[in-house]
């Protein structure tokens, strides 16, 4: 009897935990419906598509991959400054790559387990939108660190 108790107990508890996750889904489901709304407003198609969606553009057919001018890079949805001239440099993959962030305040990095592999996501701390990926393969005499970003993620200004 006190098994049967047990388990009528355990497959309550699973289910009220499932309920109440699904209410929990449905409201974040709604609040990021709110928030892309928003965002469908401020950037274009393809900003949205990259920081909202979290897609990619292609290699080397995008603004700032081949970018040689001096100024910082700005988020396309805040215009917070996110990154360097200085820091830029080039890594052979065909999109904007950097050593470091201006201000590691302004970023988050989060695990990315899309397409079966595990990547580190930068996103923009402030928004949660997605700017591009963070690997150990950059210069070794810079720190080591390529944050590989999306030119769509981004707004450059000159100098």
Request: aromatic share 10%.
């Amino acid at each position: 009897m006190k098994k049967l108790v047990n388990v009528f107990l355990f497959s309550a508890l699973v289910l009220f935990g499932c309920e109440q996750m699904n209410g929990q889904q449905s409201n974040n489901t709604k609040a990021t419906k709110v928030q892309a709304d928003k965002w469908k407003n401020k950037l274009t198609p393809n900003e949205y598509d990259i920081m909202v969606n979290k897609g990619t553009e292609p290699p080397f057919k995008n603004a700032y991959w081949n970018n040689h001018e001096k100024g910082v890079y700005v988020s396309a949805a805040t215009g917070e400054i996110l990154f360097n001239s200085a820091d830029k440099f080039d890594s052979g993959t065909g999109w904007p790559s950097f050593v470091r962030p201006v201000d590691t305040s302004k970023i988050a990095v989060v695990t990315d387990n899309s397409y079966g592999m595990e990547r580190t996501e930068v996103v923009e701390k402030s928004t949660g939108l997605h700017l591009g990926h963070v690997f150990d393969d950059g210069p070794a005499d810079r720190g080591g660190k390529r944050y590989c970003m999306n030119s769509g993620a981004l707004k450059f200004i000159k100098q």
